[in-house]
Structures are given as structure tokens and as C-alpha cells.
């Protein structure tokens, strides 16, 4: 197969190396590098800290990769001047119908939400839709898609459009080999991922090991599911896994294989662990050791059994606890206490 992404993997090379030189020449700051980590910055909380508060977070620990699940303004402005952080933007979800409807309101979403801060935001990816294929307005994606797109090559801009797509996308995923999507989501997606593989646009797709380990904690091991095994735990033919992390990646992979898509590259836009909610499955040492391992194992720079040769990026949810999403696990997945904005464990 032929690795979609080289270029990621000659880029990392480098970054790796400018790393080692300064960690050389000022001390160690960060032992790990975290140009492929990013963070999910989450707003559904009513004691959040101020947006340029969080961003100077970011710079302090190292964060040049964000992403907001809809235009904020206020985030937008924060983020003037700021062109070292590469933002990730969302069209918001209620928003996919009218889009969808007419390519003049296309225009308009567009020149109220991205042109005013071309000049100096880094705006690299807008995804339209958050985890909506499969369901009702899944097939509105792709319109809105090719319409954002269109709009994008007219301004000869670089950046790209792409969707977020959830695990439960797939059918079936073990062994990684077998992936395969689901009847509704495989109408859905395929357009999409034909569309991708021509524009060259990677695939955003949400990777939550948490959620499979919690259905099934007792035949699951904890060290599998948080990248602590020191063995293989999963043959897949000539492939082998120590982390279920990889395997949900390819069995997304050979999904894509499935279909004829080998080219689509694959960025992962949300994963982490929660610190609370959940009994004994989640508690801060688990969720430090799950998104520590996760830092260093895309920091490594090494692909998956499928894809070696393809560095992986990915996102961890979320910067903060969100008091106002779902109560339970959904609103415990923060890095950060939003009122004091202390680490609830080390991490970076
Ligand atoms: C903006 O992000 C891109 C990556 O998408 C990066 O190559 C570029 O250096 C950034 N721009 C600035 C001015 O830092
Ligand atoms: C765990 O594995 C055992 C033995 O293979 C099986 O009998 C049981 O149904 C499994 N439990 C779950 C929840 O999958
Ligand atoms: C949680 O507690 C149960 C019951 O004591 C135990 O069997 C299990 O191993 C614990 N799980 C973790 C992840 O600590
Ligand atoms: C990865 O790169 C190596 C060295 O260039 C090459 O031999 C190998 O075939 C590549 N593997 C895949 C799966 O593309």
C-alpha cells in the first residue's frame, strides 16, 4: 500500500530534530514533542476561563494545534496574531441544513465566519459536521463540503475542508482487518471519502479506546486499552497490536480499503480518557496514563501496523471540564480545572 502521507513523516523528521536541538541548547522544557498533539477546546461551560487566558495556556505548554467545535467569535479574536497555532474550525451542526440549501449562504457563512480573520488567524481545517454521518442530515455533509471547498480553490486558499466522523461509523473492528462500516454510514461516507481522496484532504475521526474498554472492562485489560502493554495482545495476520488505539485506526483503515479509498489520510480529531465518573475506570492516574502514552506514542512519530510509514496527529479531549455537557463521564474529560485553569493531573 502505498503510505498517503510522506510528507508528514519528512516534516515530523524535522521538527524532531529542531527538538532535540533546542532541548540541547535551553534544557529540557519538554521531553516529548508535541507537534502532532493537539487539543480540543470546548466551550460548553459557564465558568470557562477567558479566551486569551487559554491560549497563552496553550503557548506556555507547547499546543500549536486547536480545535473549536463552531466559529466563536470571541476565540477567533483571541487568536489574531497568533499564527503559530494552526486552528481547526467547525461549521456547527444546526447550521448544516441551510448550507446545505444554497451556495449564497455558503458565501455568507464564510464571510462572516473565516474571511474577517484570514489575515492573521491560521485557520488549516473547517470540518463540517461533528459525528453526523450516519444519521439525518449525514447527507448534507458533502454538499456543504463541496460548496466550502469550491469557495476555498476560488480564493486560492490552503485550507482544508473535511467531517468528523465517529467509531460507531464502523460496524465491526476486530480484528482491525475486518473493519467495516456500517450499512447507513457506508451510504453516507463513501461519497465523502471519494471526495476526499480527490481533493487530498485527510478524514477527521474520533478514536475513544475509553468507550470500548468501559462496554467491556472485564475481558478488555486496562493496559491494552491505555497503551501499557508490553506485549502483543492482538494478531491480526502479519500485524500486530499492543494498543487498541492503532487497532480502531486501522480497522477505520481497512474500512476505507473496503470500499476502494487506500489514498485518504487519516487525522485523529478527538481522543482521551475521563478523570472521573466512572467508578474505578476513571480516575486521574488512569486518564494521566492514557493521554501520557497517548502523547508519547504519536510523539514517536511511528505510524500503525497498517500505515508505519504515516505519523499520526491527533487531538485529546478537551482542554477543560465542561460543566454543561451530559453529567457523567461526558463532562470529565478535561486536561485543565476551568476556574483556575490547574492541571487536574501532570501531563505536558
Ligand atoms: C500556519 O500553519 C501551517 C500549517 O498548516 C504552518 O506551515 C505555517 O507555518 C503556519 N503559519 C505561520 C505564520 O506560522
Ligand atoms: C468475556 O469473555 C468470556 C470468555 O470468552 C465470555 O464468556 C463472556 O461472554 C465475555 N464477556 C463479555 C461481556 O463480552
Ligand atoms: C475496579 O474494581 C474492580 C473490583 O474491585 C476490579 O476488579 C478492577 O480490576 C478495578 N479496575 C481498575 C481499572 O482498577
Ligand atoms: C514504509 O517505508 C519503507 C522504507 O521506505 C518501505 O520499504 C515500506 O514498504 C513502506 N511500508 C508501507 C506499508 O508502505
Redesign the pocket.
Known amino acids: 500500500m502505498d503510505c498517503p502521507c510522506p510528507k508528514n513523516l519528512f516534516l515530523f523528521l524535522l521538527s524532531w530534530i529542531a527538538t532535540l536541538f533546542s532541548i540541547k541548547h535551553h534544557g529540557p522544557v519538554n521531553m516529548v514533542t508535541t507537534t502532532n498533539v493537539g487539543l480540543n477546546y470546548g466551550l460548553l461551560g459557564d465558568n470557562l476561563p477567558s479566551p486569551s487566558d487559554v491560549i497563552k495556556l496553550y503557548k506556555s505548554i507547547g499546543i500549536t494545534k486547536i480545535r473549536i467545535f463552531d466559529p466563536n467569535t470571541e476565540v477567533l479574536n483571541a487568536l489574531r496574531g497568533h499564527?503559530?497555532i494552526?486552528l481547526t474550525v467547525g461549521v456547527k451542526d444546526q447550521d448544516l441544513a441551510a448550507l446545505a440549501a444554497s451556495e449564497e449562504a455558503v458565501k455568507g457563512w464564510f464571510a462572516s465566519n473565516v474571511e474577517p480573520y484570514l489575515a492573521d488567524v491560521?485557520i488549516?481545517f473547517i470540518t463540517v459536521g461533528n459525528e453526523v454521518i450516519p444519521g439525518p442530515i449525514g447527507p448534507q455533509v458533502l454538499l456543504v463540503m463541496q460548496s466550502l471547498t469550491n469557495l476555498v480553490k476560488s480564493k486560492s486558499l490552503?485550507i482544508s475542508v473535511t467531517t468528523v466522523v465517529a467509531m460507531s461509523s464502523l460496524g465491526q473492528s476486530y480484528p482491525p482487518s475486518a473493519g467495516m462500516f456500517t450499512p447507513q454510514s457506508r451510504e453516507q461516507l463513501v461519497p465523502v471519502l471519494k471526495f476526499l481522496s480527490h481533493a487530498r484532504t485527510p478524514i477527521l475521526v474520533n478514536i475513544y479506546p475509553y468507550f470500548a474498554y468501559a462496554s467491556n472492562p472485564v475481558n478488555i485489560s486496562i493496559d491494552y486499552a491505555t497503551f501499557n502493554a508490553k506485549n502483543v495482545v492482538v494478531e491480526d495476520g502479519a500485524m500486530q497490536y499492543t494498543n487498541m488505539f492503532d487497532a480502531i485506526f486501522d480497522a477505520f483503515v481497512w474500512a476505507m480499503e473496503k470500499e476502494g479509498v487506500k489514498d485518504v489520510s487519516m487525522v485523529v480529531s478527538e481522543t482521551g480518557w475521563p478523570s472521573a465518573g466512572n467508578g474505578n475506570l476513571t480516575t486521574p492516574e488512569i486518564a494521566a496514563m492514557y493521554n501520557g502514552n497517548f502523547v508519547k506514542h504519536v510523539g514517536s512519530g511511528k505510524g500503525t501496523p497498517k500505515r508505519p510509514n504515516c505519523s499520526v496527529t491527533g487531538f485529546i479531549f478537551a482542554t477543560f471540564n465542561e460543566n454543561q455537557k451530559p453529567v457523567g463521564t461526558e463532562e470529565q474529560f478535561g486536561l485543565y480545572e476551568p476556574t483556575d485553569l490547574k492541571p487536574i493531573y501532570k501531563l505536558f
Open positions: 499564527h503559530e494552526e491560521n488549516t490552503t
